[in-house]
């Protein structure tokens, strides 16, 4: 449905002109980013087809310089829980900037993270204290430096196909190679434990001396999603060998699969330090919480002298406070997490009823609004030949003969679930309609349609695009 692409304010004041710089980037911010930020990201955007413009945001929708709108389903890596430009933050953000308030005086402490602190602590119960970080990351460095104050040990366990953030101490935590080559030394002693194998965690409780398990309710990479008891179990068996439990639900909390948290799925979990972040941004000012108990705290900061001991420049920071606060005032508002329960078992279900029609499709699995479709090798000759050239050419090939045609020819948003895996991810925000859901599931099923046709011109196009990346890399 074609609208006004930008909304554009009546009336400017000061001497930045906003539109000039729009106009500067306008139809040429790919050619900007290859020349000034990152051009092999531009060259293969550029490749898929992804190398779009958009103007505008709005729920779950995207809009073009033409004014067509797209289906978002990667939320902005999971960011826009309440929906893009969320009526409700964007006002509370521009409320607070018309206040000119005053931020980040340091030596005082801040209403308002007090009350955010406040409002994440009756909503995940059980936790004393909250620090608040700038990105998800920073929230998971914060959990290993609490640990290994806390417990005076050594070592940190992670799981396989983790994903923790980027910074040194969490990819040391990282569970796939590709994002670790290279960048050694990473932090020492950390150690990789297999997910959702209690056996493996044990076995590794006795090898180490383990200050914690940092781990994902469900992971981000390939939505693996482990049996009901695991965090339970496994906050047991650290507590039994001294060791913490850290649970990561940056990109799992705040309703997205259907519960505030995904670690409320099998019962209360005794976990030690919470981390969150993505959409208590509202989607628009980075912040993260990171929840824990007193006893962590009474080790870390331990003194008054040591009473800053942890901390960070823009850590409570007004705008982020109120984006915060706004941000769980709208999930409120919104009903958010029966919606994504409700939603995600309308999209779940509708994708599994098209299993036994398209062999390709091995498995589909969620919880709430975090849905993974995994692909597997055909059983007919024909199709199995499609499948090995593709991956022949790359690992990633065949999930991207499925997200191409769904932007190309469906103008829905969608991302491979990591590297070298036959996963695609939907995240959307948790505002979607059945209609939208409904809009996934019909290019869903055309875009299957054509790929079961082999040979035939879905997979020549895919094969040719998978050829000029091998020329350009
Ligand atoms: C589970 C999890 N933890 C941590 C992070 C890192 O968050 P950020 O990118 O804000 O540093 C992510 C990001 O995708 C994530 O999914």
Redesign the pocket.
């Known amino acids: 449905m074609p609208i006004d692409a930008a909304r554009k304010p009546e009336a400017r004041t000061g001497t930045f002109d906003l539109d000039a710089a729009l106009a500067q980037g306008a139809n040429a911010n790919n050619a900007l980013h290859a020349e000034h930020i990152n051009p092999r990201f531009a060259k293969s955007l550029g490749l898929i087809g992804f190398d779009k413009t958009y103007v505008r945001g709005e729920g779950a929708y995207l809009w073009d310089a033409e004014g067509n709108r797209y289906l978002d389903m990667l939320a902005g890596?999971g960011v826009f829980n309440m929906g893009r430009n969320n009526p409700v933050v964007r006002d509370a953000l521009a409320d607070y900037l018309s206040r000119d308030a005053a931020s980040l005086a340091q030596m005082e402490a801040p209403v308002l993270s007090g009350v955010l602190a406040e409002q994440l602590k009756e909503r995940v119960p059980g936790y004393d204290y909250v620090y608040f970080t700038n990105?998800?990351?920073e929230g998971?460095e914060t959990a290993i430096k609490f640990a290994h104050q806390a417990t005076g040990r050594p070592d940190i366990l992670y799981t396989s196909s983790a994903?923790?953030?980027l910074t040194n101490g969490?990819l040391a935590l990282n569970g796939t190679d590709v994002f670790r080559e290279g960048f050694d030394p990473l932090l020492p002693a950390t150690h990789k434990t297999a997910y959702d194998d209690l056996d493996a965690l044990e076995a590794a409780l006795k090898a180490h001396n383990v200050a914690a398990l940092v781990v994902?309710p469900i992971q981000?990479k390939g939505v693996q999603i482990p049996a009901d008891d695991y965090l339970k179990q496994a906050a047991d068996l650290c507590h039994r060998h001294g060791a913490l439990l850290v649970v990561?639900e940056?990109?799992t909390g705040l309703c997205r699969t259907g519960t505030f948290l995904a670690m409320e799925h099998g019962g209360p979990v005794d976990a030690d330090i919470v981390v969150l972040?993505?959409a208590l941004s509202g989607g628009y000012v980075p912040v993260g919480a990171v929840l824990y108990r007193e006893a962590v705290y009474n080790k870390v900061f331990s003194s008054l002298e040591k009473c800053v001991v942890h901390s960070s420049t823009f850590g409570q920071g007004g705008m982020a406070m109120v984006a915060g606060l706004a941000a769980l005032h709208a999930l409120d508002e919104m009903d958010a997490c029966a919606h994504a329960q409700e939603m995600g078992d309308r999209l779940g279900n509708g994708l599994l009823a098209m299993k036994d029609r398209f062999e390709f499709i091995g498995d589909v699995r969620w919880r709430g609004l975090m849905v993974g479709i995994e692909f597997q090798a055909p059983k007919s000759l024909k199709l199995k030949s499609a499948w090995s050239t593709a991956h022949m050419l790359s690992k990633d090939l065949f999930c991207q003969a499925i997200t191409i045609p769904l932007l190309r020819d469906h103008r829905i948003l969608t991302q491979v679930s990591g590297y070298n895996m036959d996963v695609i991810k939907l995240i959307p925000p948790l505002t979607i309609s059945e209609a939208d859901v409904d809009w996934f599931l019909t290019a869903f099923e055309d875009v299957m349609e054509k790929v079961h046709k082999f040979p035939g011109p879905a997979w020549s196009a895919i094969f040719q695009i998978g050829k000029n990346a091998l020329k350009s890399s």
């Open positions: 890596y990105s998800g990351a998971v994903f923790h953030g969490a994902e981000g990561d940056v990109q972040s993505k």
